[in-house]
Each structure stands twice: as C-alpha cells, then as structure tokens.
C-alpha cells in the first residue's frame, strides 16, 4: 500500500467515483498519480519522463502480466527487441520520411547513426525475416512490451498521457491475405475482454483513414484492400463504428478504439491495423503451399495501448479505487494492538504465499479510524483483535464500508484469491450478509 499521507483534498470527498462510475474532476490522474505515491517526474530527468514509483510499478506490472497471460493463451510468443535502430532501418519502414517530425535526432556512432525508435514494427519485421517461414508457420504472432520514443515539446507535456519514452503493448501478427480479418476480429476481442477486466468503457470504435496531405504511403490499391478488410472485421464483431478522415497511419487504415476523459477529450487507446505496405518495405514473404514465394499480412494490434495512457486513464476512472485484482495493496491487515503484529505478520506471509498483496498497517499508524481512513482505497481491509486471533478468524471489511461476517481466515483468502484471479469487478461473490459490529 502506499505509505505517503495522502493530502484529504486531493482525493475528493470519498475517494471513490460516483455512482455511475464518472471520473470527475477531482479525479485528475496528474494530482491524484502523485497524491497515491504511483509515479513522479523530476525537472533533471526532464518532462515527459515519468518514473514509477513503487506503488504505480506494482499496478503496471500486474497490467503488464495480465496482458502477457492473454496473449499466450491466444496464440503470441513474445520477444524483447531494443529501443534503438539504425537510422537505415526507418528509412526502410518509411518513418524516416512520413514521421520524422516526432522522432528525436539521430545520435552519430562514428560512420553510422542510431535513432531512438518511434515503433517496434521495424524490429518485429526483421525478427520474422530472420527465418524462413512456411504457409504452415503462419499466422505467426509476434509481441512486445516494449519501449519507443516521441519526441514531444515540452509545453504540451504533463503527466502520463504526453510522454516522450512511451511503453507499448504491441503485436504484430504475420499472416496470410485470408487469414487477416480473422486475426484482426480475435485482437478486437482481446481489446474487450481486457477493457471489461479493467471496467473501461470505450466511447467509440473509429475506423481511421487517410485525410488530405502528404504524410501517407501514395499507394491506393493498398488503402482500398486494407478499408475493405477493417470494414468487414468491424461488421463481423458487431460494433457500431465511424469512419473519420486524416486519423490513419501513414502505411495504412486502422480501427481506433476512442476512450474519454472527464472533461471529454477523446484518445486512442486500442488499435488494430492491417498493413501491406511494412511487408513490401521488407521485402517479406512465406513460402506456400505451392512452393512459391507469397507476400504476409501484417496485422499489427494493441490491447491496453501504451501503460503510460491505460494508467492514466484507470486512475481517472476509478479514482484510486482500482479493481482488487490490480490495486497495489489488496488486503490491509490492521492489529488493534501490539499484541495482534505477530499474527498479522502471519497472515501476510500466508496472502503473499497466495499472490495476494497485503501489508500491515499497526497502532504506531494512529487509530483504527484513522488507519481505516487511510485504507479507505484498499479492496480488502481486515481488523484482527483478541476474538478472531484465537479462532483464526479474519473479520473482512470491503471498500466502501461493508462488513461481511468473520470467517476462517483460510477460506476468506481462498475466496480473495478467487476474485483476484478471475479479475473480478464485484469485490465479494454473495449476497450482503447481516454484518455484525465492528469497531471503526
Ligand atoms: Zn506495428
């Protein structure tokens, strides 16, 4: 959990989101991140350049997990690829000439120059070409969490969501011209599993093309091809969607899923994109059954986007009161006397066996009002006094104030465990029973 007071002001009134679960105002990731100890920027690393701070590392690393556990179980293998390329590499990928305004100058190395990326496409291209490939190795699913690097003015920074060193969630799915769409409709359904286990709610589904400019690949027959099959993914997973001008990538068409903040200003925080253009570039191809050479598919997709943006965005939604499976602290174990430490010491050995976080919050922390207060963030929040000791018995209190009546404490981790692993929204799986008094 976090152990900064947090200043009463800066969570509003209850430090939970309203009833319809809309970020407010007072829900401002900037002041709330800082408030809850999640990340920080210091003026010497420079703007745009948060660090995470133990509290936040632990939500992005859960994020991180979630997503990675996803992937395997549809099909992605994952690599590492590093967050530097020769300048060549983008010349090739065709950054160098349609996104160089918003990459960082390239560093000299004697005769070469190496450029902090703006994207892992290029690498995960070479990383497919480095081995012959077979219509049999195909689709072949390629994913990284890694960085890439925008080099933004200082003046339109802040916070998570205008940063310069971004981490993304990224794929690239190398595929047949008909195995595209297929794979394009299982990464739009990737995207809303994990939006329902984030309890994210997009705002819309954009079909982003080309607009006016001369910023996009000149190739039509590719942008037609690449419309054609964005519009059947969108129709075949049945969401209502609108095409808007000049919001593609300069390689191709891409499906934009929209999400809002509270002052309604819209951002792109999932995509699917189907390319042929990155495929051409590289020269890539598979071998089919036909013994021929054939061109690949690329579909390049993104489940959470950046960790920066997804952050953000749950800290604004949720107000600090994260779902349990992600929260940095699940359960706070809280000792009414010195005489109850070694039991809670116990019992957090016994959560961290489980992969539950919880930590200790003691008398030295103040009263136990003030110590639940403090809490009032934690999912889970246990108070262990004389009685439960001796039966071992953990007296559960939820978010919000609900007391459920005390249970074995080896049953009431195991249903915690539960919830956690399903990545349940609801804290609790039961009707409310009668509670019994409780102090606090
Ligand atoms: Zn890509």
Redesign the pocket.
Known sequence: MNNHPIAPDALGSDGVPGPDGAPGPEHDHRRLGRALGLFDTDPLIGSGLPYWLPDGAEIRHTLEEYVRDRERRAGYRHVYSPVLGKRELYEISGHWQHYRDDMFPPMDLGAEQVVLRP???PH?ALIYRSRPRSHRDLPLRIAEIGGMYRSELSGVLGGLTRVRAIQLN???VFCTPEQAAGEAVAALGLIAEAHRALGIRPVRHRLSLPGEGGKYVADPALWERATALLTEVLSRSGVPFEAVAGEAAFYGPKIDVQIADAAGRESTLSTV?I?FH?PERFGLHYIGPDGAKHRPV?V??SVIGSVERVVAHLIELHGGAFPAWLAPTQLVLLPLTEGERARAERLRERCLDLGLRAEITGPERGSLGARIREARLVPYQAVLGPREAADDLLALRLRGGRRLRALPAPEALSRIRALVGACAQELWDEPEHASEECEG
Do not use: E
């Open positions: 994207s892992l496409c995960h990224d794929a690239h994109q390319d990155q690329m390049h997709r």
